[in-house]
């Protein structure tokens, strides 16, 4: 989340501030990326890079970083007509001083809420990786790794399992 949240906010704040085609080339990358169905980008990414921690994290780190740029250039482009932006450059201030001075802080409450959810839902995606073997290696703990480890034991009866609950299964 770290990675996607820095990234999206870098391009985020550099296509709202800016504007005009670099924007336009941006949001272009961006809503290029989204329009891309995540759970299947990811997998196809996945099962080229290969089954590594590393891999993993950048994957969801790069791949999740528009979501972060679309809600950051939405805030930049809502806070650059301010009246305390305004006030900042008729005073002087440069760019990299309003940017960094008087968006930034104002962009923490956003990023922060989208940060929480982005979390758990990187943790679902993971888990979902893992279970089809393209997460992490076996001798990793993963939530996805023990859901493939006890899908072999899932229609074995055991003395306290109801004898038919196979067929229960099978009919749900």
Do not use: C, Q
Request: no cysteine; aromatic share 8%; hydrophobic share 55%.
């Amino acid at each position: 989340v770290l990675i996607a949240a820095g990234l999206g906010m870098i391009f985020g704040a550099i296509a709202g501030y800016v504007g005009g085609r670099v924007d336009t080339l941006i949001m272009a990358v961006v809503n290029l990326v989204l329009s891309l169905p995540y759970l299947l980008f990811v997998v196809v990414i996945a099962s080229i890079l290969g089954r590594s921690l590393i891999n993993v994290i950048l994957i969801f780190g790069i791949t999740d970083a528009p979501i972060f740029a679309r809600v950051t250039r939405g805030e930049v482009l809502r806070m650059r007509e301010s009246g305390y932006v305004e006030s900042a450059i008729s005073a002087g201030a440069g760019t990299s001083r309003v940017i960094f001075d008087h968006i930034m802080p104002n962009l923490i409450g956003p990023l922060l809420t989208l940060a929480t959810f982005e979390m758990s839902r990187m943790i679902f995606y993971e888990a979902g990786l893992g279970f089809l073997g393209l997460s992490v290696p076996p001798s990793v703990p993963s939530w996805g790794n023990m859901l493939d480890a006890g899908r072999k034991y899932l229609f074995d009866a055991t003395p306290d399992m109801p004898a038919r609950l196979p067929d229960v299964i099978v009919i749900l």
